[in-house]
């Protein structure tokens, strides 16, 4: 049974950093591309950052709005993904999930139809 398992999550103020980790259980996601999206209250699910496979060369996907500042990466050995954020802002405030991504999708990196697997998600408050 496959099972993605997000951490890190907490409150931070503005300027602050977070780094959330998503480990992966149940089978290896080393061929498979990973993401991570979030969802505000009372808002749409918004795409965040992903990261291509590995033997791609891991290419990374960012949202305009998070450009600069987070950071995606992977430890295919952990069968683990990072989403390293700074310079949080209030309006980062959100669930983040993570997802696995399906193999040979042509769906766009952004686009949460190109996802199979998810998260339970882990809220990231960011206030003063």
């Known amino acids: 049974q496959v099972q993605l398992e997000e951490s890190g999550g907490g409150l931070a103020q503005p300027g602050g950093s977070l780094r959330l980790s998503c480990a992966a259980s149940g089978r290896s996601f080393s061929s498979n591309g990973m993401g991570w999206f979030r969802q505000a209250a009372g808002k749409e699910h918004e795409f965040v950052a992903a990261i291509s496979l590995s033997w791609s060369g891991g290419r990374t996907y960012y949202a305009d709005s998070v450009k600069g500042r987070f950071t995606i990466s992977r430890d295919n050995a952990k069968n683990t993904v990072y989403l390293q954020m700074n310079s949080l802002k209030p309006e980062d405030t959100a669930v983040y999930y993570c997802?696995?991504?399906?193999?040979?999708?042509?769906?766009?990196?952004?686009?949460?139809?190109?996802?199979?697997?998810w998260g339970q998600g882990t809220q990231v408050t960011v206030s003063s």
């Open positions: 997802a696995v991504r399906r193999s040979y999708s042509s769906i766009s990196y952004p686009n949460p139809s190109g996802y199979d697997y």
